[in-house]
Each structure stands twice: as C-alpha cells, then as structure tokens.
C-alpha cells in the first residue's frame, strides 16, 4: 500500500511510516512530503507537521531554490488558525 492509501484508510501511524521512506529516499518529492504532513496532522502531531514542513522548506531552498507549494501552505496556515481558535 501506499502511505496516501494507508492515509485514506485511516492507518495514520502506518502512513507516516511509509512516507517517511520515501521522503528519505527522495527528499525533493513534495508529494510523499504532502502525505507524511497530512497523516501527522491526522494523528494530531501539529508538531510534527510543522518541523517535517520546516525540513522541506530549507531543501527545496537549498536544492532547487524555490518553495513548497501554496497548497500546502495553506493547509499548514489553516491548521495554525485552528490550534488557536480551539
């Protein structure tokens, strides 16, 4: 299974697992990056998704000089907005 089925299924734990793999086996594929922020959000790890969002910031900078993706963005904006309100 992939970490974005695993995700879909609910099987947080197993997601990050999974993504966390292909994060370190290709750290510039945003979209493993996208799935291992979302299943920690999903555990409730706001922590987490923060600093995994921090190291893919600082290697898109470094390697590509460009940065993340505005959806992504806005998703980390609106949980920030969401852990203060609530």
């Not at 922020?37 to 921090?54: D, H, P, S, T, V």
């Not at 993706?69 to 920030?80: D, K």
């Amino acid at each position: 299974m992939t970490a974005g089925s695993l995700l879909t299924s609910g099987r947080c734990a197993e997601a990050v697992d999974v993504a966390l793999l292909v994060v370190r086996a290709d750290p510039l594929r945003e979209s493993a990056h996208e799935v291992l922020i979302g299943a920690y959000l999903a555990e409730g790890n706001r922590e987490q998704a923060f600093r995994a969002f921090g190291r893919l910031r600082t290697t898109l900078r470094r390697e590509l000089g460009v940065e993340p993706s505005t959806r992504l963005v806005h998703r980390l904006r609106s949980e920030r907005c969401e852990a203060a309100l609530g």
